[in-house]
């Protein structure tokens, strides 16, 4: 996957405002296919320009074209023109545009990160560690800034739904009307017309805006997006044997002198002084017998993809505008016949074949892929394959193309690393304050390597630095190419703080803990949905009053554990989960004949289920441990307190060998994921807590839990989940909460 930098706000939306429109010549080498011309009537080119968002307005101008009766003899578009247009030369009607674009998951197109359930159980535990997703590629050659904000792999996923199963064509002539993508030759700045291949592919070459999405090599050129070159193709479309043009312009404004007060205003207004540049030389082409037809978008903003309805209505009510000399062309012209439509049958999959340049071992890809053998060749099953290869971790794009072998159709699966041996940082924020004793703040880095053989073996290490410490070091050995055996050896040297509380919540003392630790595991992970593992933990360290009174200035820790844990995790979101189960269990036991404080024995577990109806999810938590044998030193007891946590109480205020806790969480979206999708997500609600903790042999008492609550304010970013909370407590005990970040 690219190493992704999230872009602040500001410089994301208008990166993406820009996004599909931008236009620095007009030259246009016309790729070697043409449209075909009958000498005896005029021909009409339907013309859809770029212009992001704003380009949805297009399917409210065919809309109205179909209902005057005229149907284009060739379709020609640019960036957003180009996905428009290929959809509807491919067969899709007004309506099933329509349709189409209110079902597109666009906050998934834009996602940096693959689905949940797609990743490695390895990688859901790093993403619930470690939350943070800003971040950089680093390689033996320096920092890697990545070819592009958002991969591309969601939105090729989209496209290839959305088009026919035969995607690979001798000519877009064979469409329900011919067609033609524009994309750039970055390396010439020249246009070029793909009017053969894959349909998807050259929809998604025509919108390859340079630091958006990553470039697409095609047939030997690195083509971007469209519009650099050509974003009202009128000119092409001549080239190509039109006679009457139609063209569809959705123009982005210029800013007003008032709104230009910094430098990126005035980057962002001189691209778009060149683009409408580019796309006054092609209009001034027209003719009177064409029809230009401007599209009035408002205040709506290219980034605005939500806005479908409203957009497509403004396309609708522009075609409206000369809907007299429509009608009078439409009169004028006989129908034309098309081709078929493409069938809707796809063909059965006989063989897959890997064009691999990663490290991973080929049978890891193939044991991925493998289901595909034998069955339709269907996008949706495809995706959902290539998916699971995308999420190993490597690679900046998983694509395929349908190969024709003897009379059987196979499928050619490139996987296409990213830069070798390239790694990644990513950086992350804790922030944790209650407004009253405590506000501990740290910054983190956490380093991952590329793999480092062809099971996929990796380095993790990690630095935080600030009111908690940790400097720490992982290598995780995979043990089988099908990545379910695996090792661990790591080590990790700690420092934070660590307080004692009155029992009505003063804090009385506070010591600074200081230790180290060394552990081997080895176990088994089942698919990408869980895992148990067994090892061994040694450590030592020591913890030292800083503040306060306590009955002891020092504490010496020593550490020699057997440890043996299990873990199913399918939330589909760490942090604010939707949907989904998570559950775990673990045990300890202590040695004391290799040097730990005490012979003793605990067993934990704990489950968090989520399950929402549209903006509403409820979470049920439920966490109990319990001292089996013996006496736990003071770093084994169990701690309570906090957020979530019996709200109200400090945090790890309560400490015993022995404890049991309950959540009933509600929270609420305030903008469903597709109204937000380069925006932050707003989550607002409220938690029922209770639980309590417990000394000595009797296990788990009931009878008197303490009970608590919270209201919060929440929001996800690319430090990881932010939550500003007030929770209260029995016994008015009470407190308010800002977190940032992974707690430490």
Not at 103 to 111: C, K, N, Q, R, Y
Request: aromatic residues 8%; contains cysteine.
């Amino acid at each position: 996957m690219l190493p992704i930098r999230p872009l602040p706000l500001r410089a994301a939306l208008r990166s993406l405002c820009l996004m599909f429109c931008a236009g620095f010549g007009s030259g246009a080498a016309l790729a070697d296919v043409a449209a075909p011309v009958e000498p005896d009537r005029p021909k009409i080119a339907l013309v859809l320009s770029g212009g992001g968002a704003l380009g949805l307005a297009h399917v409210g101008a065919i809309q109205e074209l179909e209902r005057l009766g005229i149907r284009p003899d060739m379709v020609v578009g640019t960036s957003m023109g180009a996905v428009i247009g290929g959809l509807y030369a491919s067969g899709l009607n007004g309506a099933e545009l329509e349709a189409v674009v209110a079902e597109i998951d666009w906050a998934g197109v834009f996602s940096p990160e693959p689905d949940r359930d797609k990743l490695t159980f390895r990688q859901k535990q790093q993403q619930a560690d470690f939350p943070g997703t800003a971040s950089l590629g680093v390689s033996p050659a320096g920092i890697l800034l990545p070819t592009g904000a958002v991969p591309d792999q969601a939105l090729m996923k989209e496209l290839r739904r959305l088009t026919p199963a035969r995607t690979r064509l001798e000519s877009f002539d064979e469409l329900a009307i011919p067609f033609r993508a524009v994309a750039t030759d970055i390396g010439t700045g020249e246009a070029v017309v793909l009017g053969a291949g894959e349909l998807p592919m050259a929809m998604r070459a025509s919108i390859s805006l340079p630091g958006v999405f990553p470039a697409v090599r095609l047939d030997g050129k690195l083509l971007v997006d469209g519009g650099l070159a050509a974003n009202v193709p009128i000119s092409i479309a001549r080239e190509l044997g039109a006679d009457i043009v139609i063209a569809v312009w959705t123009p982005n404004d210029l800013l007003p002198d008032s709104e230009i007060g910094s430098v990126v205003d005035v980057l962002e207004q001189t691209v778009s002084l060149l683009i409408l540049a580019n796309e006054r030389a092609e209009i001034r082409t027209l003719s009177d017998a064409d029809f230009l037809i401007r599209v009035d978008t408002g205040d709506i903003s290219p980034a605005a993809f939500t806005e479908s309805a409203e957009l497509i209505k403004s396309g609708r009510t522009a075609m409206k505008a000369e809907a007299v000399r429509l009608a009078a062309l439409a009169e004028a012209r006989p129908p034309i016949v098309y081709a078929e439509e493409l069938p809707d049958s796809p063909p059965v999959v006989t063989f897959v074949r890997i064009e691999n340049t990663s490290r991973l071992d080929q049978t890891l890809l193939e044991a991925k892929l493998i289901d595909l053998v034998g069955q339709p060749a269907e996008s949706a099953r495809i995706d959902e394959a290539l998916d699971r290869v995308y999420a190993l971790g490597p690679f900046e794009r998983v694509d395929y193309v349908f190969e024709e072998k003897n009379g059987h159709t196979g499928l050619v699966v490139r996987a296409e690393d990213n830069v070798p041996d390239a790694g990644q940082i990513r950086f992350g924020l804790i922030v944790e304050n209650d407004f009253n004793t405590e506000s501990d703040t740290a910054i983190s880095l956490d380093f991952r390597s590329a793999a480092l053989d062809s099971y996929g073996s990796e380095v993790e290490a990690r630095v935080t630095l600030g009111d908690f410490n940790e400097v720490s070091a992982e290598y995780f050995r995979r043990l089988d190419a099908r990545q379910n055996w695996f090792a661990s050896v790591r080590g990790e040297v700690r420092n934070r703080p660590v307080n004692l509380f009155s029992r009505r919540g003063f804090k009385e003392a506070g010591f600074d803990l200081t230790y180290g630790l060394a552990s081997v595991a080895g176990g088994y992970q089942f698919g990408n949905d869980g895992e148990v593992r067994v090892g061994m933990e040694l450590g030592a360290g020591r913890a030292k009053l800083n503040e306060g009174f306590a009955p002891y200035s020092e504490v010496d820790i020593d550490i020699a554990r057997l440890v043996a844990s299990g873990t199913y995790d399918r939330l589909d979101d760490p942090f604010f989960p939707r949907e989904g189960v998570r559950a775990e269990a673990r045990w300890v036991q202590g040695v004391k004949a290799l040097g730990d404080n005490a012979d003793f024995q605990t067993v934990s577990a704990s489950t968090v289920a989520a399950a929402s109806q549209g903006p509403h999810t409820l979470i049920a938590v439920i966490a109990a441990g319990q001292r089996l044998d013996g006496t736990a030193p003071l770093d084994a007891l169990y701690r309570v307190g906090g957020l979530f946590s019996l709200s109200g109480y400090r945090k790890e205020e309560l400490a015993g060998e022995n404890f049991l806790t309950t959540q009933l969480i509600y929270r609420r979206q305030l903008l469903v994921d597709s109204q937000q999708i380069f925006g932050l997500p707003l989550f607002v609600g409220g938690s029922a807590e209770f639980g309590d903790v417990w000394q000595g042999d009797n296990g788990l008492d009931t009878d008197n839990l303490r009970f608590g609550g919270s209201v919060f304010v929440a929001t996800q970013t690319a430090f990881g989940p932010v939550y500003f909370a007030f929770g209260r407590s029995e016994g008015g005990r009470q407190s308010a909460y800002l977190l940032i970040g992974r707690t430490f």
